[in-house]
């Protein structure tokens, strides 16, 4: 799960990470409210997406004004304005798809002198399963650019779990960062709050870009972007009440409430299948065979027939789909449950694209006769591959 930036630079703010002052604007009639009860003499009016690159990023509408959705401003009645025209927009950047995203927010705070810019992440590192840190002088919005063509410029290193963090690392992260002086100090401060606060709210993500010393010498988080393991939001009741479910797919967010695992993708088939492993195969054989997956759907191996059915109309709802392969192997799953969902769903919501279903495992006869007998215009298959040739020359055909 992600959250705002805004919302990142609370969070910081109360584990003692030194950040700007700030107010985030919902409505385009708060801004003028929001701007004045900040000090200036510079405003600096930041568009809230979940997605990077925003000071380079565009927006789709020239009633938003010019380019970027980070925009400094000198004057109170100035940031009240640049905060109306970015409300409501589409922002466009790097990280998001060709369609943008859509502001519905803004986060007005007072701007820094910067001396320098700093880059800075936590994250989880899934091969040595550690806390790693990531650090670079090169900070800013170019970083892609410099892990791109200067990787030598990005130091990275993981934290021992049996030993833990010690003030060690935050000096190597203060070297490596060229810092010198009392932003030695800071830094070994500043690292301590933020792997604290990294373990103690679970997270996957967190990335400070830029960190920067300010003309006064001082550390300051001057962006955050963070991110949480969904798994472990049970356990954080203040964590989940930031969630903005406008930020994500609708079919995504539909899906989590039945516990199934649905990822959208670009293509024009869409998949259920049940098991991770097959998932992933079933889209490189769709992939292999000229066509490409609509979405990654894991049913899950103790799926019900409520959820089957719920997951073949959200699959169907994405109208870039243009077939339907079901790919069930039965362990745990059971055919039969299968065959009974997928009937279900078509009763329901109809079938407009060719469908293929390919079943093989327990109750696996139980489930053919219940497609066979079922009336719909079904295509069978005997195995994966025989049913990745199928449904592609269905929709190829189409």
């Known amino acids: 799960m992600n959250i705002h930036e805004y919302q990142a630079k609370q969070l910081l703010k109360e584990y003692g990470a030194p950040v700007s002052d700030g107010r985030p604007v919902l409505k385009a009639e708060d801004a003028k409210t929001a701007a004045g009860e900040l000090d200036g003499p510079l405003w600096v009016v930041k568009a809230q997406i979940h997605a990077g690159g925003r000071g380079k990023g565009s927006?789709?509408?020239?009633?938003?004004?010019?380019?970027?959705?980070?925009?400094?401003?000198?004057?109170?009645?100035?940031?009240?304005?640049?905060?109306?025209?970015?409300?409501?927009?589409?922002?466009?950047?790097?990280?998001?798809s060709p369609a943008g995203k859509q502001v519905n927010r803004v986060y007005i705070e007072d701007g820094a002198d910067i001396e320098k810019e700093l880059y800075l992440a936590l994250l989880v590192d899934r091969v040595s399963s550690r806390v790693s840190f990531v650090a670079s002088t090169e900070g800013g919005m170019d970083i892609e650019e410099v892990a791109a063509n200067t990787p030598e410029k990005i130091v990275s290193f993981s934290v021992d779990p049996a030993s833990g963090l010690s003030a060690f690392h935050g000096r190597r992260v203060a070297f490596t960062l060229g810092l010198e002086g009392k932003q030695i100090k800071q830094c070994v401060q500043l690292i301590s709050n933020l792997y604290r606060m990294f373990v103690e709210k679970d997270m996957e993500m967190l990335e400070i870009n830029p960190l920067i010393v300010t003309n006064g010498g001082d550390l300051k988080c001057l962006d955050a972007k963070m991110s949480f393991d969904s798994n472990a939001l049970y356990r954080h009741s203040d964590v989940v009440a930031l969630r903005d479910e406008t930020e994500e797919d609708a079919k995504e967010l539909e899906a989590s409430k039945y516990d199934l695992n649905y990822i959208t993708l670009d293509g024009e088939i869409g998949c259920m299948v049940n098991g991770a492993g097959l998932a992933m195969a079933t889209m490189d054989i769709i992939k292999l065979y000229g066509s490409e997956p609509a979405n990654f759907l894991d049913v899950g191996g103790g799926a019900t027939r409520e959820k089957v059915t719920e997951a073949f109309k959200i699959i169907t709802s994405d109208p870039n789909v243009k077939g339907i392969l079901v790919n069930i192997f039965g362990g745990i799953m059971r055919c039969d449950v299968i065959a009974e969902g997928v009937v279900a769903a078509v009763q329901e919501v109809g079938l407009k694209v060719p469908l293929v279903v390919r079943l093989e495992g327990t109750n696996v006869e139980k489930g053919k006769e219940i497609i066979n007998n079922s009336g719909l215009g079904v295509i069978a298959a005997d195995d994966l591959g025989d049913a990745a040739k199928k449904i592609v020359a269905a929709v190829k055909g189409a």
């Open 59 to 96: 927006f789709n509408e020239p009633e938003a004004g010019k380019a970027g959705g980070v925009r400094l401003t000198k004057s109170v009645s100035e940031a009240a304005e640049e905060a109306q025209k970015m409300l409501g927009r589409t922002l466009v950047t790097h990280q998001t």
